[in-house]
């Protein structure tokens, strides 16, 4: 069967359009997952901003996206700082206490354990602490606002 030029025309200009219409909507797909799950840039990552900055940048949210009148943006700041200082109080009463927990279960584990391994013991905790506390550092410098937010 042999095709006429006007009908591989067709075809090709179908192609064309059918290319056209794909790549349209893979574009949109892209953009919107991309909104969605845009990686972090190298430089936010290793300069997060203080707490300060990540302060001015969510009142400055709540304004935009609230439209709210400068009495309620110092209504807002008052709520944020109490908030903060409420978060404060709770950590330290509780930090004390999850101490003394913590010291309970190193006294009780001495006392099971055998003079190697409470030697192994300690190593294990040291290691699990500076794990913790490199864990922790990491969390500071990678989440906006510090603690309580």
């Not at 807002?76 to 927990?101: F, K, S, Y």
Request: hydrophobic share 35%; proline share 5%.
């Amino acid at each position: 069967m042999k095709l006429s030029r006007a009908t591989i025309a067709l075809y090709v200009g179908l192609v064309f359009v059918c290319g056209g219409v794909v790549g349209f909507f893979a574009n949109r797909l892209y953009a919107a997952g991309y909104r969605f799950f845009a990686p972090t840039t190298a430089s936010a990552a290793q300069n997060p901003p203080t707490p300060a900055e990540f302060r001015k940048w969510l009142v400055g949210q709540y304004q935009k996206r609230l439209s709210l009148s400068d009495d309620q943006v110092q209504k807002l700041n008052v709520i944020l700082d109490e908030t903060q200082r409420q978060v404060n109080a709770i950590h330290a009463e509780m930090d004390p206490q999850l101490d003394a927990v913590r010291q309970n279960q190193i006294t009780r584990m001495n006392l099971m354990l055998s003079p190697d391994q409470q030697s192994d013991y300690e190593k294990m905790r040291e290691e699990r602490l500076k794990r913790q506390q490199q864990q922790k550092q990491q969390r500071r410098t990678s989440r906006p606002g510090g603690r309580g937010f």
